[in-house]
C-alpha cells in the first residue's frame, strides 16, 4: 500500500496512486474522451485556482488541495488510474488535442 503525501493519507490500494488521483476521480470532468478498450478512458479538469476536495465520498473528513492547473486523467484497461497537470494552458490543449487525435484514428467505423 502506497502512501502519499497529503496529510492524513492512510494510503491507496489497487486504482490510485495518491490522493489527487482518487479525488480528480470523484469530480464532474470537463470534457472526456477514449475507452479502457482503447488506450485509456481519458477526462480533463481545469481548475483556476486550487481546489479542496473530497478525497473520496466515503471518506468526507479526508481532503486534499489540487493545486491550480489542466489535469489529464485517465483509467487504463486494468482499471488504473493516472493523471498528468499542465500549468500552461497550451501544453494542456496540445496534449488534449493528441490524445482525441489517436483516439478518432482508433474509433473508425469498419
Avoid at 76 to 100: C, E, K, L
Wanted: net charge negative.
Amino acid at each position: 500500500m502506497g502512501k502519499c503525501d497529503n496529510p492524513g493519507c492512510d494510503g491507496h490500494l489497487g486504482k490510485f496512486p495518491d490522493c489527487i488521483a482518487e479525488a480528480l476521480w470523484g469530480i464532474d470532468q470537463d470534457d472526456q474522451t477514449g475507452t479502457t478498450d482503447w488506450e485509456a478512458w481519458y477526462a480533463l479538469y481545469r481548475f483556476d485556482q486550487a481546489e479542496t476536495h473530497p478525497v473520496h465520498v466515503y471518506a468526507p473528513n479526508l481532503t486534499v488541495t489540487i493545486p491550480a492547473a489542466t489535469y489529464i486523467a485517465g483509467e487504463d484497461s486494468r482499471g488504473a488510474v493516472f493523471y498528468t497537470g499542465y500549468t500552461d494552458p497550451a501544453a494542456a490543449r496540445q496534449a488534449w488535442d493528441d490524445i482525441n487525435a489517436r483516439y478518432a484514428e482508433w474509433d473508425v467505423d469498419e
